[in-house]
């Protein structure tokens, strides 16, 4: 590519953002760092009425959060500024009237209320080259009559020009040549004087054109809107600097059967989106994978699968490997279907990845708000015996509480079925024999204790569960000696002697 490849990724605040527009940035980052490129962010508040406070940094936090550092930004400058859509009014303005004298736009007085009268006449009502001959525009109003409108303060919108039945191709990238009949296109509003702002289309063509972008990539929710753009780039001469495009195929529900939603993630209990947000109107707290205990490596491998495909057999990648890899070409042009429970396997497997330190560092303020009170090499040790067992920080406590605290009841079932008539007197031996071991590393211990086992002919397994279950309260942990090793020789016997006037 001559060009230095330029992607945006281009939100709108209107709420937090959808893990589907996480996978859209991802995909245009790993592009832009593919090929060198630089990866952009531009605010695209056009819309007014649904706009909504803190959405902006939301987007901003979630994605520094998953490790996506845009080069351009609102939140960090850049040549191409400003980079948000309500800063570039007069920008707008300047373009709209460039397809007015072109005659490649018009302007349209119709209220509301008569366009509202004319699709309840006319079934399946568009404004096009066919209807617009019927309508109040400056196409059938004199110049004087239009300039007395707007004068009088009358609101308008202008109106892209669209010539019925021309062909339109949309080259895109995942899905190849897209032929497009004009005449399914309706004249879009491009402008409306209501709020002196742009629609989308008009401000995403104009920036994209003057940031320079090269490469347009995303959802594929936006592909009926391709050949409005494609001829709004004719329209205003670009046609030869025009992005390539590349519509993403749709995240599905887990079912397979429709677009994902958060009412999926309500329903069976996953987040859908990154960073848990508060509606600050309703108050509403919908939860995110930043909270819910996903780290952001998981999230950033399992999206980067939903829907693209190396090539090979490998699934567990870093943001390197994943940039080296990727392609357009390689993704899918069917939706791809959100299999939650796969995006908790990658957890487990990144959990598994990270050194046990940096495990305990976030697993250390659970401990706290329990009020344990332990070293942070201690924790870093329990977490190097337990972590293999979960999906989530959160559920280390479930597996390794019995290592910072002795067990005040017994598991009743576990009793009654590994407690036998002679554990008591096979307990008080055990506690004699570990009191007398000085290296009380697992290794030892379990040499010790096996070799004092079979000198006595007990049953091996009835004295190893019952060893458990004094010592841990039911049947679950890592390996029995090395619990042991952990709490120490002190702990494990006063366990025992607990457990021995205790279980009746």
Known sequence: MSQKVRVRFAPSPTGPLHIGGVRTALYNYLFAKKHGGDFVLRIEDTDSQRFVPGAEEYIIEALTWLGLKFDEGTHVG??????????????????????LDKGAAYIAFDTPEELEAKRAAVANFQYDASTRGEMRNSLTLSREEVESLIDAGSQYVVR??????QEVIVNDLIRGEVKYNSSVLDDKVLFKSADNLPTYHLANI??????????VIRGEEWLPSAPLHVLLYKAFGWEATMPQFAHLPLLLKPEGNGKLSKRDGDRLGFPVFPLEWKDPKTGEISSGYRESGYLPEAVINFLALLGWNPGNDQEIMSMDELVQLFSLEKCSKSGAKFDYEK???????YIQLRPNAEIANIYYPILEEKGVDVTLDY?????????????FVKELWDQSFFFFVAPVSYDEKVVKKRWKEDSSAQMTELADVLKDIDDFSAYNQEEIVKA???????????VMNAFRLAVVGESKGPHMFDITAAIGKDETIARIRRAVQDIK
């Open 452 to 462: 004092w086992i079979e000198s006595k002919g007990y049953h091996l397994g009835n």
């Open 160 to 165: 892209f020009r669209i010539e019925a039945n």
């Open 343 to 349: 995006g908790k396997w990658f957890n487990h497997q």
């Open 78 to 99: 850049g040549a191409y500024a400003p980079y948000r859509q309500s800063d570039r009014k007069e920008i707008y303005r300047r373009y709209v009237d460039v397809l």
């Open 206 to 215: 104009v920036d994209d054109h003057l940031m320079e972008i090269t490469h």
């Open 379 to 391: 924790v870093e040790t329990v977490v190097g015996l337990v972590k293999e067992r979960v999906s």
